[in-house]
């Protein structure tokens, strides 16, 4: 048991090293001598768990990028059972975490997507199931605010959920671009106002 514990928890290490140099330098900039200087492992170690730098790049989409979504998704949507008031929490959370970063290297999700998704069918179909997650739970989450009464029923959930993606990865690609993290604030602000439209006329 102990065995299995502390490869379970040199497994983690790796990925989230390899997590910090993808967001750093890019997936095809990351170097494996520098997630083994990050967690002091020998390179025989990471082989052991990873056969090859793709099989490692995979697997920070299918655990850590996939896994923080949804650990997050369902952490706002816990504290608040209003999903819209949860998507515009979730976007000031997000402003405040970034505001003071001296680096701003933008979505880590829309950076591999930029990067892989069109020269790599492996990282596309994980990207792509990440997305689908997103846009799966952003449908639901209106679908749901519909039945309660509290989101607009004339509104159609399918193309706001898109739309509330496109809008998230287009603040964060700016702000990148810009390299001025504290203008999220304000786009996230002027987003929100965007959500606030959707509540129905009762919930105003």
Known sequence: ?????????????????AHEEIYENGYQGMRIEAILQKTNLAKGALYHHFPNKLALGYAVVDEILMEHFHATWNEFAQKHPDSLTAMQQLFLWKADCYKNEQRFNGCPLNNLN???????????????????????????????????????????????????????????????????PEILGDLFGTLNEYIDTLRAPKHN
């Not at 994980?126 to 309660?148: D, K």
């Open 1 to 17: 048991m102990v065995t299995e514990r502390n490869a379970e928890q040199t497994r983690t290490r790796i990925l989230e090293a």
């Open 114 to 180: 930029q990067e892989m998704a069109a020269i790599d069918e492996g990282f596309h179909q994980r990207l792509e199931a990440v997305m689908a997650a997103i846009y799966q739970a952003i449908v639901s989450a209106l679908e749901i605010g519909q039945t309660q009464g509290y989101v607009r029923s004339d509104i159609n959930p399918t193309k706001i959920a898109m739309f509330l993606m496109a809008s998230y990865q287009g603040i964060m690609g700016a702000a990148k671009c810009m390299q001025e």
